[in-house]
Nanobody, 127 residues
């Protein structure tokens, strides 16, 4: 049974940093794309960042580029999202996702690419 478990969310002041972690288990994730999405109240789930399982390819939403960094440790089956210079508009539930897909920037931003999802972790940024 595949499980994705996020951790590391919390309350932070604007300008601060948080690191989210995603622990993946239940299968081999080689050739998978790993992504982070977020969903704010009343809004649709949106793409944040993606990384290939090898860690060699990454892609970011324009809204987080240069502030967030996605990385993976495939030996530990972990994916991370380092979030710096946080803004109130980053407030959302953040979800880790995994999908068996070839890498393409038009594909990794789409929720339908991902077969497995975590339960989400709340990130709240105060002004």
């Amino acid at each position: 049974q595949v499980q994705l478990v996020e951790s590391g969310g919390g309350l932070m002041q604007a300008g601060g940093s948080l690191r989210l972690s995603c622990s993946a288990s239940g299968r081999t994730f080689s050739n998978y794309v790993m992504g982070w999405f977020r969903q704010a109240p009343g809004k649709e789930r949106e793409f944040v960042a993606a990384v290939s399982w090898s860690g060699t390819l990454t892609y970011y939403a324009n809204s987080v580029k240069a502030r967030f960094t996605i990385s993976g440790d495939n030996a530990k089956n972990m994916v991370y999202l380092q979030m710096n210079s946080l803004k109130p508009e980053d407030t959302a539930v953040y979800y880790c996702a995994a999908g068996a897909s070839q890498w393409h920037t038009t594909v990794v931003v789409t929720t339908s690419t991902y077969h497995y999802w975590g339960q989400g972790t709340q990130v709240t940024v105060s002004s």
